[in-house]
């Protein structure tokens, strides 16, 4: 057959592939499907072995294009080099490159989990929004107009704060894979935030206070998850290295909690020096943390209709293992109706103590150090000094100034600071 635009068209499917040759007798066919798909190939000899190339699918490529291609393959050949070896070096690619499955796995191992201990907020994410339709799909051809797809179809469906934690975990997935050459870009490049955000400055007053400590007591929450709450507003620390805090932590007789590099956000290890309401606090946590190492160890409801089991377990070992993050935050929104407040987190409990400490006279910085900020400047460089003193000073303060609201006391006249007494 003589190839022409007539010719190539009245090629007709059949049960089994095969290729229909050109007259010319040089190789150059076309390979039709049984799908109907036509693709004009190049049948070669090279190094004492049978080759085939792909010269373009029809009708995309032309018939003119395809046979230059095949001209240029030809006198590849003849100097001596394999026209099929760079395309073939291209399938080798395609088929050993990432999926998005294997990338998404790849960054969470070996760098959300070393580096965030919210790594399960940032599998959750992919699980839910990014893996259910890019799982089996290179990542080396997700585009930017992927990405905004993703994006519009989260905010779509009336979730657009989710739309912009899904860009922030997709993002530093990208970057993660353009490191270590996954990826020849990152298709977030230039992407905005799909939603505006407000700051929240919510912070709770005297009376939302009271009423949040006293309505815990009815909270339908594990009792472990109502004292971390409470931990929380008292030393004025992250909900994510509160939940996690274990009793090795402690030094109860200096009364100090040393929260290790690895667990503090800035990755410094942060002294926190506990107050007598914390300390307090710390002797009711213990009976129901039993034998665990962690202050507040997840509760790990027996199975069901398994008798057998239950008493063959190992309580000790049942323990290891503190509360979620998330599940924390989860089962306080599942009872602010219960505890009368209104668009309450627990991360508002930490503002809410730094606001009251800065509103009793204590200096800003000092409040900044108890809540292990990172600093910036030439002058955090050089300053080593700890503030222990005065951090201790600030948290006994801010515990005094709870015990009276929880007492009922009335506020003290406005502008009224408490003094603070310097170190030497």
């Not at 704060?161 to 997935?173: D, G, P, S, W, Y």
């Not at 929260?259 to 914390?278: Q, T, W, Y």
């Not at 997840?298 to 979620?324: M, Q, T, V």
Request: hydrophobic share 35%; with cysteine; aromatic share 8%.
């Amino acid at each position: 057959m003589k190839f022409t635009d007539r010719s190539i068209g009245s090629l007709k499917p059949q049960e089994q592939r095969y290729i229909s040759w050109d007259d010319n007798g040089k190789g150059f066919g076309v390979r039709v499907s049984p799908q109907g798909k036509k693709t004009f190939v190049y049948m070669y000899r090279f190094d004492g072995r049978n080759r085939m190339m792909s010269l373009g699918e029809y009708p995309d490529t032309k018939l003119v294009d395809a046979n230059e291609a095949h001209a240029k393959a030809q006198a590849q050949r003849k100097k001596g080099i394999d026209p099929g070896a760079e395309q073939g070096e291209q399938k080798q690619s395609d088929r050993s490159a990432f999926t998005m499955k294997e990338l998404a796995e790849e960054y969470i191992e070996k760098w959300a989990k070393a580096r965030k201990r919210s790594w399960k907020e940032d599998q959750r994410v992919l699980d839910k929004d990014v893996l259910p339709g890019w799982k089996y799909r290179k990542a080396k051809n997700i585009h930017r107009r992927d990405v905004i797809g993703l994006l519009d179809e989260i905010v779509n469906r009336g979730a657009p704060i989710q739309a912009n934690r899904t860009l922030a975990v997709v993002r530093k997935m990208f970057n993660f894979a353009l490191s270590r050459d996954i990826v020849p870009f990152s298709p977030c490049a230039g992407i905005s935030l799909p939603s505006p955000e407000n700051q929240r400055d919510r912070v709770l007053n005297d009376a939302e206070i009271k009423q949040l400590w006293n309505k815990l007591d009815e909270a339908k929450m594990h009792n472990n998850s109502k004292l971390a709450i409470k931990f929380i507003l008292v030393t004025g620390q992250r909900a994510g290295e509160v939940v996690s805090a274990e009793w090795s932590e402690f030094d109860r007789k200096a009364r100090w909690w040393a929260i290790p590099g690895e667990k503090a956000k800035n990755g410094l290890l942060h002294r926190v020096p506990l107050s007598p309401l914390a300390e307090e606090l710390l002797k009711k946590i213990k009976p129901h943390s039993g034998n665990s190492l962690y202050l507040f160890p997840s509760p790990l409801s027996p199975k069901k209709n398994d008798s057998k089991r239950k008493s063959f377990a190992k309580p000790e070992k049942r323990l290891d293992k503190p509360i979620d993050e998330s599940a924390l935050g989860h089962a306080f929104r599942n009872n602010l109706a219960t505890l009368g407040l209104e668009n309450v987190k627990p991360h508002d409990l930490r503002r809410t103590a730094a606001s009251h400490m800065t509103g009793a006279g204590i200096s800003r910085l000092v409040v900044s150090k108890i809540l292990n900020h990172v600093e910036k400047g030439v002058t955090a460089v050089y300053d080593r000094y700890g503030y222990d003193t005065e951090k201790r000073h600030a948290l006994d303060i801010w515990a005094k100034k709870l015990e009276e609201v929880l007492a009922g006391k009335e506020e003290p006249e406005c502008g009224k600071v408490v003094p603070i007494k310097q170190a030497k």
